[in-house]
């Protein structure tokens, strides 16, 4: 049989069938998790009718889910770091699965946010932890494909939670979309018989403490962290102001899912294109290239009426080269920090979302006094800092994947 080699300071030693079936399973994790998470942006027209709520209010409650499921992340990385990935890969899916399903029994904001951040706790409870659980099942070769199947889980959750949770509301109700909490528990406890044990090799090195970790973003992490945070950045602003301008336009709450899942589903096919891409071509101009051209495909899916053909075909290209950032930044930071892969993935998955979606606060207020389209369109130059930061020179030597 043969045995992949993997190094001691990671917690998984296993056959390549097993780590085939280690990085599907965080995958389905990753799918559940994420489809869950994706069911406030599809109701938050009818959240703020029910509950009074404005736009700026709106984009602050999506804040506050976001800040919830981003700033503990690192902590969590350094936790399954050091005593094992196993329990944060199946109870952070349950956590979100269960407190996400009550959003529509929430009688205030104030309820509402704090079903939200419990909800946003187990996903940030599960992302370091699943990144590192999936690009450490196996050493070197193929890191990038394994991290986009990892984020491939994430986003076709996120593509298909709006269409779920908006048929269910259809025939239930808000009041009873409670019941969606179901599946969640039943796949979590499957994969609690399908993962294997990652309990720390006795001789591998403790992980340095979070904060320690934080000191990289001096070097090449600090120019990456800035790149993840515009792609939260971006996501968290499609996905707050596009229900609004599709409701705005006098498009149904159906279509308006729609329109996500266009996004979301253009996001899932981005990280299978940059996870193989990052393993076959000089990061920097991939990176460069994919935020460059995401400017002009974001700037027609906010412009362009709402829902219309043209526009979806934009809204899932912007999705595809906003996602498609994905898998690159996260094998980098892992890559950067080898000994700490979770924090490192809590670093740049958690924090830098975290202050995309705190930048996404100012422009809901713009979008307050300008409307949200025009509020949209402003925010996107922002997008060529990071192809300017994709060329920072202390990236040089992690330009091109370790194989090549």
């Given at each position: ?74 902590a969590a990385g350094y936790l399954a770091d050091r005593y094992g990935r196993k329990f944060f890969v199946i109870g952070g899916p ?72 908006v048929a269910l509301v259809a025939v239930v109700g808000l009041s009873g979309m409670w019941v969606a909490m179901l599946p969640a ?94 393993d076959r071509m000089d990061r920097r101009y991939l990176l460069a290239g994919l935020t460059a051209l995401a400017l002009p495909a ?107």
């Amino acid at each position: 049989m043969h045995v992949t080699r993997v190094a001691k300071s990671d917690p998984i030693r296993v056959s390549r069938g097993t780590t085939r079936r280690v990085v599907l399973a965080v995958g389905v994790a990753h799918f559940i998790n994420d489809a869950y998470s994706s069911f406030l942006s599809p109701l938050l027209p009818r959240l703020m009718d029910r509950l009074g709520m404005s736009i700026a209010l709106a984009a602050i409650l999506a804040m506050t889910w976001s800040l919830a499921g981003s700033l503990i992340q690192p902590a969590a990385g350094y936790l399954a770091d050091r005593y094992g990935r196993k329990f944060f890969v199946i109870g952070g899916p349950l956590i979100s699965g269960v407190f996400l399903s009550l959003i529509g029994l929430a009688p205030s904001v104030a309820v509402l946010a704090a079903i939200l951040i419990a909800g946003g706790i187990g996903s940030a409870a599960f992302h370091p932890p699943g990144a590192a659980m999936s690009g450490g099942a196996a050493e070197g070769k193929g890191s990038g494909l394994r991290m986009s199947i990892f984020a491939f889980g994430g986003l076709l959750g996120f593509a298909v939670g709006p269409l779920i949770v908006v048929a269910l509301v259809a025939v239930v109700g808000l009041s009873g979309m409670w019941v969606a909490m179901l599946p969640a528990i039943a796949v979590c406890t499957v994969l609690a018989f399908v993962l294997p044990s990652d309990r720390p090799h006795p001789d591998a090195p403790k992980p340095p403490p979070p904060l320690e970790v934080l000191r990289a973003l001096r070097g090449p992490l600090g120019a990456i962290f800035v790149i993840g945070a515009l792609s939260g950045f971006l996501q968290r602003l499609f996905l707050t102001l596009s229900p609004i301008i599709s409701f705005q336009d006098g498009v149904s709450e159906a279509t308006g899912a729609i329109v996500l899942s266009t996004y979301m589903g253009g996001q899932a096919v981005g990280t299978l294109v940059g996870g193989v891409l990052s393993d076959r071509m000089d990061r920097r101009y991939l990176l460069a290239g994919l935020t460059a051209l995401a400017l002009p495909a974001h700037f027609f899916a906010f412009w362009l009426p709402a829902a219309s053909p043209l526009m979806l075909m934009f809204a899932a290209v912007a999705g595809l080269l906003n996602l498609a950032l994905m898998p690159p930044v996260i094998v980098l930071a892992q890559e950067i920090l080898p000994e700490s892969k979770g924090v490192g993935s809590g670093i740049v998955m958690g924090l830098a979302w975290a202050v995309g979606s705190v930048a996404v606060i100012g422009f809901g207020f713009l979008g307050d006094g300008i409307g949200p389209r025009p509020a949209a369109l402003m925010s996107l130059p922002l997008l060529l800092i990071g192809t300017v930061l994709a060329f920072h020179p202390s990236l040089r030597p992690h330009r091109l994947p370790d194989h090549a």
